[in-house]
């Protein structure tokens, strides 16, 4: 059996983590689920707090903004709950190595990009580890706060809305492949398509997506691990309902194609952070693509919550079911390039 790379599955979730989570507490809104990206406590006076944390792993690839994608995917989690992210803690563990000018470097983009996003960082821990081979985010917690009305229920996905998603598929595979195996993709996709790919690097965040689309959506999420179907289905199974997704109408970049492709990997699949999954009322649909549009976010409509059933219609017309992804393809094509730097 291969090693295991990424999150738990959701079997093995459910099997060891949720049946034991500590002291039950009537104030826990929203609390650990599968496809879940952060929790909701309740706070006296009608207000309620976000909270989500991520890991960040240091790959090299990721060093030279490892700061701005700390950041950024930590919180994520908090705006898709509807709450603007307020407050940040983060464990920095670095290896024994680690000059100086790469812990200010990286502590001046985590600061500075806090600094954009309005959060205030108000405690964490750094220290210096034997066996770590790149600088990593052992755990960066965010916060928000917000009253309850604001909030956008991961379970929120209602009969009748539609389904749309933000940038496209596999946004994090493309970005980090088209830089980890630069050299290797220019011989063989040239030069272009790899200078495009590398851009989608700084589409990893959906933040701007995510707070645009509060006031219009019934339920949101980040696509990250699994990709985009995986997103999908995370979805309907947090509202306990079904949806029905159509590949002919997801779009996909030919940098995305190209990448993917090179390497053998389903971008439908592929870890997409930066791809937000949004379950909107159809009255709302029109409206939420141009607000989003105007602020230079793509989107389009791929699918529809329906009453039962989850089921991915591929573009020959066969009915297939949606499954959740046990295994992200990207992480054996990321760890075949190590090589190559």
């Not at 019934?218 to 079904?242: R, W």
Request: aromatic content about 6%.
């Amino acid at each position: 059996m291969p090693p295991r790379i990424g999150k738990i599955d959701q079997e093995t979730f459910e099997q060891i983590i949720l049946p034991r989570l500590g002291k039950k507490d009537g104030t826990v809104l929203v609390g650990p689920r599968s496809g879940v990206d952060g929790a909701v406590v309740e706070l006296p006076g009608g207000e309620v707090m976000a909270i989500a944390e991520d890991p960040t792993f240091g790959m090299p690839v990721l060093m030279p903004h490892f700061g701005w994608s700390i950041v950024h995917i930590s919180a994520s989690d908090v705006a898709v709950l509807g709450l603007k992210p307020r407050y940040l803690t983060i464990c920095l563990l670095l290896p024994p190595d680690t000059g100086e000018d790469v812990l200010e470097g990286i502590w001046q983009e985590v600061s500075g990009e806090c600094e954009k996003l309005g959060i205030a960082i108000v405690g964490g821990h750094t220290g210096f580890y034997a066996g770590i081979t790149y600088p990593l985010n052992g755990g960066c917690t965010v916060i928000g706060i917000g009253r309850r009305d604001e909030l956008v229920l991961p379970s929120g996905a209602m009969v009748g809305d539609r389904v749309l998603i933000t940038k496209g598929p596999a946004i994090e595979a493309t970005g980090i492949l088209a830089h980890q195996a630069e050299e290797e993709l220019t011989r063989h996709l040239g030069r272009e398509v790899v200078e495009k790919g590398k851009e989608y690097f700084f589409k990893m965040s959906v933040i701007q997506d995510a707070l645009l689309s509060a006031r219009y959506a019934h339920a949101m999420h980040d696509a990250t691990e699994g990709g985009l179907l995986n997103g999908v289905y995370e979805v309907a199974q947090a509202s306990g309902i079904g949806v029905t997704v159509y590949e002919g109408k997801i779009p996909i970049s030919e940098e995305t194609a190209a990448i993917c492709g090179y390497f053998g990997l389903d971008p439908l699949i592929s870890i997409s952070e930066g791809t937000l999954v949004i379950a909107v009322p159809p009255e709302n649909v029109e409206v939420l693509i141009r607000a989003l549009k105007f602020k230079g976010i793509p989107a389009w409509e791929i699918g529809e919550i329906t009453e039962g059933g989850r089921n991915i219609v591929r573009r020959s017309g066969k009915k297939e079911e949606l499954l959740p992804v046990s295994v992200d393809p990207f992480w054996g094509a990321y760890f075949s390039t190590l090589g190559e730097k």
